[in-house]
């Protein structure tokens, strides 16, 4: 959340370089991993501001 407060974001999930031929494994040996990687974290400074997510009110959700 803080990244939030700094105008960061992040995204976590799949990355389609992670299915290239022995991407996983070279990754593994530069970054000394003891396992391959599943998935790949990416931080930073939009190019474009991002506008929030949508959320829902709470009694949406927990209705009385």
């Given at each position: ?60 959700l927990l209705p009385d």
């Amino acid at each position: 959340m803080a990244g939030s407060d700094r105008a960061q974001s992040r995204r976590v999930g799949p990355h389609p370089a992670l299915h290239l031929c022995g991407f996983r494994e070279l990754l593994a040996e530069r970054l000394d991993l003891p396992g391959l990687p599943q998935v790949i974290f990416r931080y930073g400074h939009p190019v474009d501001p991002v506008p929030p997510s949508p959320r829902r009110l709470l009694a949406d959700l927990l209705p009385d």
